[in-house]
């Protein structure tokens, strides 16, 4: 009788050490790989990328961007705002991008962004960069200068994510999962990439100024290469 106790209690232990051994896995899988992808930090834009002063559309971006609580999607919450003056959203747009997230090639990602559209479209994507292999003097939209943390980069790979919907007074949340590719050939050579980013673009073909907004940029590694 004791042994048959002595075994259950054994076998509940497992089951137990099991479950939390599934949990911190679950967890682990779950880790929210952007910094600060709430904009709660104590520099609200911190780990975030607004001024492209190398991007000749792009040079008065960061006048456009802040962040606020007007609009967040939850009590007490934060998310960006590019707010677009006349004539730039037909024309440039505007744009957030977060900082440059090690990349593991092969592996596959789950991204999630909440969008307020409000007075624009909107289009977001993960992007895959590489070491520039062959700088040029003045950097084009396929890449970036060197900066610290960095060398030039060169972007190889792009996963979009769904559309949200335009002009529309609701958050939604676009989402996507992807595989990064192990590499990509490149002047000849396959070369694997070496960081990741992600971007939320706002436009609208009109004269009028406007505003959108942007939350809660998510990205999960969700399976390891094979």
């Not at 929210?32 to 990328?49: E, I, S």
């Not at 909107?122 to 700088?135: L, N």
């Not at 000849?188 to 706002?202: C, H, Q, S, V």
Request: charged content about 25%; aromatic content about 10%; overall charge positive.
């Amino acid at each position: 009788m004791m042994k048959l106790r002595e075994m259950k209690l054994r076998v509940e232990r497992g089951a137990i050490l099991a479950l939390f051994l599934a949990l911190a896995l679950t967890a682990r899988a779950q880790t929210n790989l952007v910094p600060n992808g709430d904009f709660r930090a104590a520099d609200p834009l911190q780990g975030w990328r607004i001024d492209f002063p190398y991007a000749g559309p792009y040079v008065k971006n960061k006048d456009y961007v802040k962040v606020t609580t007007e609009h967040a999607p939850q009590p007490g919450g934060k998310c960006v705002e590019i707010a677009l003056p006349p004539g730039v959203a037909g024309n440039e747009g505007g744009k957030i991008e977060s900082a440059f997230l090690p990349a593991v090639p092969g592996a596959t990602y789950r991204v999630e962004i909440d969008c307020l559209t409000w007075d624009f479209s909107a289009k977001t994507f993960v992007e895959a960069w590489i070491a520039d292999p062959a700088p040029i003097p003045q950097p084009d939209k396929f890449r970036v200068p060197a900066e610290p943390g960095h060398p030039p980069l060169l972007t190889i790979y792009r996963a979009p994510l769904p559309d949200p919907k335009g002009r529309s007074k609701t958050w939604q949340t676009v989402s996507r999962e992807f595989t990064l590719p192990k590499a990509r050939p490149v002047g000849g050579n396959d070369i694997a990439p070496r960081y990741l980013t992600l971007k939320a673009y706002t436009y609208e073909g009109t004269p009028n100024g406007g505003k959108s907004y942007f939350a809660n940029f998510r990205l999960y590694k969700i399976k390891d290469p094979q």
